[in-house]
């Protein structure tokens, strides 16, 4: 049980898939947190939007592959329809077309369901905050994607020029971003470059500042336009 002492309110979650089995494991596990409360369990994306509508629920849990109407479209009319409810995206599809929709789509995280507990629980409550997570595989798999989109788009002379390309980075800043762009969380950059879990923290805020990035995942694609990662 992993409480969340600075939130006033629990976090309202909407259960999203098609087995059964795996929405009441899902939520039993959810209902022992005690700063999450379970509102819903859909078994399609028809049912998924329906309840969404009904029970404006902080974050939706996702599954992708379901009757009626999938995940991804699910997701677009949620998201289009409730700016203030968040997607996190569980399944067990991780084929780079079915994660690029997902994330087109408007999902803030992704994850795969042979996740961890504490892996589920950190990234519902990174997404209540507004925040993205994806596992390093995936964010590869992202990452992948936009490097052949820039690849194939015109050159840069061609395009408008980008605010956050003629940006300045220190060295301890560029090292963060790199890492962030491999799918690592703040807690794992600090394990790795020895600094405290606060202090990338505030790297990451002062990073996506300066380059004017609304997301860690948009972070992560414009470190990648600017070359800024390999």
């Not at 849990?61 to 677009?76: S, Y």
């Not at 300045?168 to 890492?179: G, N």
Request: glycine share 6%; net charge neutral.
């Amino acid at each position: 049980m992993n409480p969340d002492p600075g939130s006033a309110r629990r976090i309202r979650v909407l259960i999203v898939d098609d087995q059964a089995l795996l929405r009441r494991g899902m939520a039993l596990m959810l209902s022992l947190e005690r700063d999450i409360e379970v509102v819903g369990e859909a078994g399609d994306g028809v049912q998924a939007v329906e309840l969404a509508r009904l029970l404006r629920p902080d974050v939706v849990l996702m599954d992708l592959h379901m009757p009626r109407k999938g995940g991804v479209a699910a997701t677009r009319e949620i998201t289009a329809a409730l700016p203030q409810t968040r997607v996190l995206v569980l399944t067990t599809l991780d084929s780079d077309q079915a994660v690029f929709d997902a994330i087109q789509s408007g999902a803030l995280a992704y994850l795969l369901k042979d996740a961890g507990e504490a892996d589920v629980l950190d990234a519902l409550r990174a997404v209540h905050r507004g925040e993205s997570r994806l596992t390093p595989q995936i964010a590869r798999k992202v990452l992948d994607q936009f490097r052949r989109l820039s690849e194939s788009a015109p050159a840069p002379a061609a395009r408008p020029a980008d605010p956050g390309s003629d940006v300045s980075l220190s060295d301890k800043e560029t090292r963060v971003l790199q890492l962030l762009a491999e799918g690592m969380t703040n807690k794992q950059i600090a394990s790795t470059i020895f600094l405290a879990e606060g202090t990338v923290k505030n790297y990451v805020s002062g990073i996506m500042e300066k380059l004017h990035a609304g997301s860690r995942t948009e972070l992560a694609v414009m470190a990648l336009r600017h070359r800024r990662v390999e």
